[in-house]
């Protein structure tokens, strides 16, 4: 390997590790988890020509859980909302629901179009459902679950409605990668692409 391309790599290696280690000293994000909503991802799956997505941020370090949501174009209205957990298999199958019900706080009632957000603070017996904490011997073991569920695709968001009363559009979280991850990405791409014009002399 050519004395300069040696450098060069050590060199990136260096700027990685060094903005990794700030990272992790400088941010704490949540785990973000992400999904698109439809009829045809409910169990049984309906004909509903609803839209929406959610994306939700949780933090067992700060307890908080923060709920995003837009929605539109619902056949029936919509009566409640909730994150259901914890499926079989990934991506598949129905769930108890995990967070409090009736419904998550302030959810819109009662349309076919509308948008959420709202932050819980996970270390509160009134964010969960009941149920769900007994069942995993606490608010910790709940929290913890829920994160297990999250991050291996089985939990779900589930939007109910007249029309559909299981729910009529739902969808299966997913992990986004941690900013500080495409960050890091994105501050290593001009010394790869110094790398590769070297080559290419």
């Known amino acids: 390997m050519p004395i300069h391309l040696s450098k060069s790599l050590a060199l990136l290696a260096l700027a990685f590790t060094t903005l990794s280690a700030g990272a992790t000293v400088q941010i704490a994000p949540a785990h973000i988890?992400?999904?698109?909503?439809?009829?045809?991802?409910?169990?049984?799956?309906?004909?509903?020509?609803?839209?929406?997505?959610?994306?939700?941020?949780?933090?067992?370090?700060?307890?908080?859980?923060?709920?995003d949501v837009t929605f539109s174009g619902l056949l029936g209205t919509s009566t409640n909302a909730h994150i259901h957990c914890c499926t079989a298999?990934?991506?598949?199958?129905?769930?108890?629901?995990?967070?409090?019900?009736?419904?998550?706080?302030?959810?819109?009632?009662?349309?076919?179009?509308?948008?959420?957000?709202?932050?819980?603070?996970?270390?509160?017996?009134?964010?969960?459902?009941?149920?769900?904490?007994?069942?995993?011997?606490?608010?910790?073991?709940?929290?913890?679950?829920?994160?297990?569920a999250l991050d291996n695709g089985q939990a779900y968001f589930n939007l109910h409605s007249t029309f559909a009363p299981g729910g009529e559009i739902r969808g299966f979280l997913q992990p986004v990668p941690e900013p500080a991850g495409i960050a890091m990405l994105a501050l290593g791409m001009p010394l790869l692409l110094v790398l590769a014009r070297r080559r290419q002399r």
């Open 89 to 148: 298999l990934p991506g598949a199958g129905t769930a108890g629901v995990a967070t409090m019900t009736p419904s998550f706080t302030e959810f819109p009632s009662g349309v076919t179009n509308g948008t959420y957000h709202h932050v819980f603070d996970t270390s509160l017996a009134s964010t969960w459902n009941t149920g769900f904490v007994n069942s995993h011997g606490g608010i910790a073991g709940a929290e913890a679950a829920l994160l297990a």
């Open 33 to 67: 988890y992400t999904t698109q909503l439809s009829g045809a991802s409910e169990d049984p799956p309906n004909a509903s020509p609803a839209t929406g997505s959610a994306t939700v941020g949780f933090d067992i370090a700060t307890h908080t859980l923060t709920i």
